[in-house]
């Protein structure tokens, strides 16, 4: 079939994200027909990236500086820090530009099923960080499953001989839902934490 | 939010097919997290392909020599040419290892609307090898599409001085299929087709 090259590049596409071997294909074969446009100039700003980009050591944040510019900015409230789960969600929290403190990637959840314990979590840097910055509020921003709400349980244990407030984010009906469509848990909870007007 | 160069291999990566930014920025950031295992292979990889993998300048496939493999293999029949629309198409040819003979890659089919002309595709290259080589048989397997059937109408004309037998690939219900799930034109074309047993 395909030259051995090639075959070699659809299985490394193939293991990115949502991909499988037929999208790789599409991929590798538009990267080909691309060549100067597209597989070029994406070659270089990958080695780019690869080359410029590491993990902030305060936060862990991807920044082309570490400390990243978040942690290193002189704006932004240190007095508020945000735990999230991932850079992800880093990345989303600032899409909506409204929170203006500083964040905490733990680099994931607790979880029993896959065997993820308190010491593979980025915790001990965050209780550093209590200890040695002057912050005063948390944020668990950490994801609305079980092993979310578990992990933000045992960070609230873990926090609660600081001086922090420590608050979540609401949960509840998201913004354009239709009733009908939303499943029961979320119905429940709308319901239990309703608002008096 | 994310570094300048982040950002920039994010929207480079939502060009490719079947991406959009949401799945462009999980693919960079899976990237980052497996630096060593998959980051630096696939830059390597990529730019391996880049230099070695080249059009063959007689049926127009990819590979790192050119004449490609196929054109260049002593075993394959050279009497017998498949016409596909694209690379893609001659890979999926191949997946099935049943084809023995030789391919053409037309690099489009005719369209009207998308302006693609006759000229546009690589139709002078074909007849210019069915005077040099010793073509018995061209298969066009075109997409089953009206576009596609327009350009196999239109290689048909073009062919017919030539002494070839033509041919192109059955039509009818696919393997698998249930006929509740089929559309009308297939079923309409599969029952004209009938085959008496």
């Known amino acids: 079939m395909a030259g051995k090259d090639i075959e070699k590049l659809v299985k490394l ?7 499988g071997t037929r999208s790789a294909r599409r991929i590798v074969l538009q990267l ?8 070029l100039p994406l070659i270089e700003t990958m080695t780019e990236v690869a080359e410029k980009v590491k993990t902030c050591e305060i936060c862990g944040n991807y ?15 240190g007095t508020l820090l945000c735990v999230v789960q991932d850079v992800a969600d880093l ?21 029993a099923l896959d065997g993820v314990a308190p010491e593979d979590l980025n915790i001990e840097n965050l209780l550093k960080r209590l200890h040695r910055e002057e912050i005063k509020e948390i944020i668990l921003a950490l ?14 244990q873990r926090l609660k001989d600081f001086d922090v407030k420590i608050s979540t984010l609401a ?4 913004m354009g839902a239709e009733l009908d469509y939303m499943d029961e848990g979320t119905i429940q909870l709308a319901l239990n934490s309703r608002k008096t007007l």
């Open 13 to 19: 596409v193939a293991k990115l994200p949502a991909l």
């Open 32 to 39: 080909l027909k691309k060549r100067e446009s597209l597989f």
């Open 63 to 77: 920044d082309t500086e570490s400390p990243c510019s978040v942690c290193s900015s002189e704006t932004r409230d």
């Open 91 to 111: 990345w989303a929290m600032e899409r909506v530009s409204m929170f203006k403190g500083k964040y905490h990637v733990l680099g994931g959840v607790l979880s």
């Open 143 to 156: 994801p609305a499953t079980i092993d979310g709400q578990i992990t933000t349980n045992y960070l609230i």
């Open 171 to 174: 949960q509840g009906i998201p």
